[in-house]
């Protein structure tokens, strides 16, 4: 019953043998020096400045994912456009652009809702 499944099992059991053996070679074979600068952060090869805990204002993350939201829905606008040919060969391209019209006036609707209460302003 699994025998169809033999050399999947047989690839995947090689790839693990051989990922697992390349680390224990590498561990054993390489050099071990241990260097103070090693474990610092590296920044285009300069000294970095200041704490890595930067902290920033929730109205940042609230304007980021606001921008994804309205992003991924734009993304949905293109592939319409895509595929709009083959709704107005199907007969339907009038349901689907007023369905369309509808997707776009409640995006404009949320974005004149953000914009009027300030989401879009990070700095405040």
Known sequence: MLEPYLPIL?????????????????DLLGGHRAVVSKGDSYECGM???GS???RLSIHFYLVAVLFILFDVESVFLVLWAVAAKSFSAAGVGALVFAEILVFVGLLLAALVY?????????DR
Do not use: C, D, M, Y
């Open 10 to 26: 047989l690839l995947v059991g090689i790839t693990a043998a051989f990922g697992v053996v390349n680390v224990i070679v590498s």
């Open 47 to 49: 000294e970095p400045e």
């Open 52 to 54: 890595a805990r930067l």
């Open 114 to 122: 953000v914009w009027r209460k300030g989401g879009l302003q990070w």
